[in-house]
DNA sequence: AGTTGTCTTGAGCGATCACTCAATGCTGGT
DNA sequence: ACCAGCATTGAGTGATCGCTCAAGACAACT
């Protein structure tokens, strides 16, 4: 009442005999992720965590237990954004395949915005894990597994709505996006200027859209023409 | 005479009044490689070092001066070697495109005989780059820039060999090849099945492939059919 | 064999790592 | 006003980090 500011955690935590925590866990969240997805697992020391969450060492681990439980939310927290904006996407467009190129557009966009913008950061997160951080290895390949579950089931839908043939393999073309996707969020970290960036995209995205015209098409990699 | 099994640096080492390094500096080298590119930059430490190239630190600061400058000279080593798999795949095909298709599928191929096999070390590196580590961020993303350039004269190798249209932008096609090739190789570490990875290395190579038929394309991003 | 000078050695440097816990605050209930 | 009880604190844990250097080992010369 008093305060209209109130948050998720608040409801969740509503249990009498103690006060509010005094942190505010959404936020916290908030900047592990960006600190992570900026450096990294390994480059980013609890000292950074300290000083990027406002919160003594303590209280993190009462918190949040540990380092690498931590950034497991925070990659769960990145992977649920990232689901969300190609959801929204999706009801956006009424066209699935048209959904599936503006999502590939889209990163090049917000490259012109934000010049310092990163990588995919569950595909960082693969490449990074070493043996003793099995837990990192296993769980970004299931968020990379889930993904490609994601583009299958859009491009069923493109199936669905006559935009593909029926015999289209549409855990393949799943596959091949999803290469696109990384390669173009890798390139935009790598710094190529906006242009390139642009036509990047828009070649990966005009890929995608050329395939609803061409329904005559038997697989992704022999295109009849 | 009585070896001959000499290497390089007793060649560039041949001053009086010194022994012979008992250290083979290109196994060392080729230690540090695998090690680095199997664990990255900030996962390995000096006692995985020590370990990998049978030295002790102080043996270690004396011949490389420090862990950075040790991993500069490895990636460098990694990026000759790519390299000239690329060469060699020019000199053993008549055909620039063919060649580079067959660099796609060579990765393919290569991930059936190591299932472990790593992404690209170079792209690791630049992913993996913190501010503090600016020379292996500037490094890492002039390797790829000089990449690219070698795939941007294999086009331009491509077009005055009629292979391509006179008015094919190069430059993009290059940087859409990289962009393919850096996506398999995580596709590989990701663990890919075989099958699935096959089709995906096909999928990039057939596109390059398909190049050669179309001559009245006008651009990558819109193929005349 | 002795001399010379470089190379190797490995204990150990200060700094930082992820993490812990006894002490202290603060809040809600009475 | 007081108590009960959890959350926060921050100095400090042992381990490990990248790295150094005085001392010893050894080969190439005389």
Redesign the pocket.
């Given at each position: 009442m008093t305060n209209a500011g109130q948050r998720e955690q608040d409801r969740l935590y509503v249990s009498?005999?103690?006060?509010?925590?005094?942190?505010d866990r959404d936020t916290a969240l908030d900047a592990a992720l960006t600190l992570f997805w900026k450096k990294g697992y390994h480059a980013?020391?609890?000292?950074?965590l300290e000083a990027a969450l406002q919160?003594?060492?303590?209280?993190?681990?009462?918190?949040f237990k540990?380092?690498?439980a931590l950034f497991l939310l925070a990659l769960d927290r990145y992977y649920q954004r990232n689901r969300q904006t190609l959801a929204d996407l999706q009801t956006a467009h009424a066209s699935p395949l048209t959904a599936l190129a503006e999502f590939l557009r889209s990163f090049a966009k917000a490259e012109a915005d934000d010049p310092k913008r990163r990588a995919c950061m569950v595909v960082r997160t693969m490449l990074d894990a070493t043996e003793g951080e099995a837990a990192l290895a296993v769980q970004s390949r299931h968020y990379l597994d889930k993904m490609t579950g994601e583009f299958r089931a859009i491009f069923d839908a493109a199936k669905a709505a006559g935009e593909l043939p029926e015999d289209a393999d549409t855990a393949r073309l799943a596959r091949r996006y999803q290469a696109n996707l990384t390669a173009l969020r890798i390139e935009a970290q790598r710094g190529l200027e906006a242009a390139a960036l642009s036509d990047l995209s828009e070649d990966m995205a005009c890929e995608i859209e050329a395939m609803r015209m061409k329904k005559g098409a038997e697989s992704p990699s022999a295109p009849a023409n």
């Open positions: 009498p005999m103690t006060r509010a925590r005094p942190y980013t020391s609890l000292k950074d919160m003594k060492p303590g209280s993190i681990y009462a918190a540990s380092k690498e």
